[in-house]
């Protein structure tokens, strides 16, 4: 069985000088509903912050009510600091409603 709510509750994420570090999570099953925060500093090897596994890609594109976006909802703030690998936060389509900050 398969836990979809790992994460549900999950609101920052903050990782410091974590240099082998290539991705954060991968989107796949679970959800980040209560994401506020996504602060990354230092982690040189990063170059995705969310992968997307290819089912939930698949979802996405044929979910009518999606349209193709996966959407943080109460995501606010996002920190991403000397992270030279880094080439986007995320496969998918993203809609933030709520962001406040991007540094």
């Known amino acids: ?3 979809h709510n790992s994460f549900a509750k999950l ?3 903050h990782l410091y ?3 082998r570090l290539t991705f954060v ?4 099953w ?6 506020e925060t996504i602060h990354i500093v230092y982690c040189g090897n ?3 912050v969310f992968p997307t596994e290819p089912e ?3 979802k996405l594109s044929t979910d009518r009510s ?9 995501l606010k703030d996002i920190y991403l600091h000397e992270l030279p690998k880094l080439h986007q936060i995320c496969e998918a389509k993203i809609f933030v409603p709520d962001l406040k900050t991007i540094l």
């Open 46 to 48: 990063l170059n995705q």
């Open 56 to 58: 939930l890609l698949k």
């Open 66 to 74: 999606r349209k193709g976006v996966l959407e943080f909802a109460k």
């Open 30 to 35: 679970f959800t980040l509903s209560s994401l």
């Open 11 to 13: 609101k920052t994420i």
């Open 17 to 19: 000088s974590c240099p």
């Open 1 to 3: 069985m398969t836990d």
């Open 25 to 28: 999570l991968p989107l796949s």
